[in-house]
Each structure stands twice: as structure tokens, then as C-alpha cells.
């Protein structure tokens, strides 16, 4: 299986971070980071939660799970 970028390829191997720290639409199937990983600052980020959120822009979803850009066509 050919994966798309290396950060695709590493949550495959870590399915839990994948559960824990992204989002994914369901009807484009873009992914990134949960809004609320930004919103920790406060917190010390894991060493995972900060590569995450550096190879992944924040992806807000609505409350059926489609991204703003979807939202406006469905």
C-alpha cells in the first residue's frame, strides 16, 4: 500500500494517535488536527500531539462530522 506523506504512514502504525489528535470528514476524508490540541497551551503537548499539530492544520468538524468547506455544498 503507497501512502500518500510520512505522517499518513506513522498513524497507520499509531492507529491510538490517529483516534486521540485528528479529525477526518466524512464525506472528503480530509484530516487534521483536533481544534482542541491549539487550545492546551497551557498544558505541556506530548512529543506526538506537537508533531501532529505540526504536520497537520486544524480541521474543524460540525456536529455530524463534515468540514466547513462540505458543509456549504451538503
Known sequence: MKYRTDMEYYLKLYPEYEKLYINECFI???????????ERTGEKLSYTAKR???????????????????????
Not at 28 to 38: E, R, T
Request: aromatic share 14%.
Open 28 to 38: 472528503c476524508h480530509m484530516k487534521g488536527c483536533k481544534p482542541d490540541l491549539f
Open 52 to 74: 501532529i499539530t505540526k504536520f497537520f492544520n486544524r480541521l474543524e468538524l460540525n456536529e455530524i462530522g463534515i468540514c466547513e468547506q462540505c458543509a456549504k455544498f451538503y
